[in-house]
């Protein structure tokens, strides 16, 4: 009988204990947000040559958790999934240079717009493109799952219909079709206007490319949140309206883009 007892009693302790250490992890995890970035998106969150995660949305991020007292934690992810890892508990916001668009809303909350973008086409000079028209059977990059990709499909007039077989290389980050383009792979390079214009600054080759604006809609970059976190939602609005209040937003936006393009 004695034995019995005491494995009962062992067992209610083991299940105790566990259920306090579950209690812990649980409590721990409600105090940090988990942000899913792509690291080779310049300059708005990628990996230094030193090997540190940088960017413009890493710093945002790191002061809203300041102004929040949580801890922020980053997560590389495939762009191409970012909207089930979110769905999924993987990671708590979708903050990388993030469009806010009509079709992704759906599926996410955004918060308040913290930074203006627009669609470009990089080319090389030697290739004497000066116009979307000259691109005219050439072929032509974009980014999968990219706000340029969803323009581009959704609006063809303006360069789907023009580009070689109608269709656009696709590629998995911003690096690889960067690569093609120097390589002559590829003819131009329809990307976000924020990676064009630092990418080509801080590389030193602006005199090797060129920008061409494109009619695609001005965007906004905001914070991607799942739709049932409302604690989460008000308290990322609450930190990005402080820190415009407070002039830190401008502040970032003068030290990554040389201007200020916040929202």
Not at 167 to 176: L, R, W
Request: hydrophobic share 35%.
């Amino acid at each position: 009988m004695k034995k019995i007892m005491a494995f009962i009693l062992s067992s209610i302790c083991i299940l105790f204990l566990s259920a306090c250490g579950q209690m812990k992890r649980v409590g721990t995890g409600q105090n940090t947000l988990i942000v899913g970035v792509d690291d080779s998106f310049v300059p708005m969150g990628f990996q230094s040559p030193a090997g540190k995660l940088s960017g413009f949305d890493i710093d945002l991020a790191k002061e809203t958790g300041k102004v929040l007292h949580r801890k922020v934690v980053f997560q590389t992810i495939d762009w191409s999934m970012k909207e089930t890892e979110l769905r999924n508990g993987t990671i708590d916001l979708i903050w990388n240079g993030y469009t806010k668009t009509a079709e992704r809303a759906q599926k996410v909350h955004f918060s308040q717009p913290y930074l203006r973008n627009q669609q470009v086409v990089v080319v090389k000079n030697s290739d004497h493109i000066n116009s979307l028209q000259q691109l005219k059977n050439k072929a032509v990059g974009v980014q999968s799952s990219s706000t340029g990709y969803d323009d581009l499909m959704q609006q063809p007039r303006i360069l789907k219909n023009i580009i070689q077989n109608q269709t656009p290389f696709q590629y998995d980050n911003i690096q690889n079709g960067m690569m093609d383009l120097k390589a002559g792979r590829i003819q131009g390079f329809l990307i976000d206007r924020v990676f064009a214009e630092y990418y080509l600054k801080h590389d030193r080759q602006q005199d090797q490319f060129k920008i061409l604006i494109t009619p695609y809609q001005s965007e906004s970059f905001a914070v991607g949140s799942r739709k049932n976190d409302l604690q989460t939602q008000k308290q990322i609005n609450q930190a990005l309206h402080y820190l415009k209040k407070s002039g830190q937003l401008k502040k970032l936006s003068y030290h990554w883009f040389g201007k200020d393009i916040s929202q």
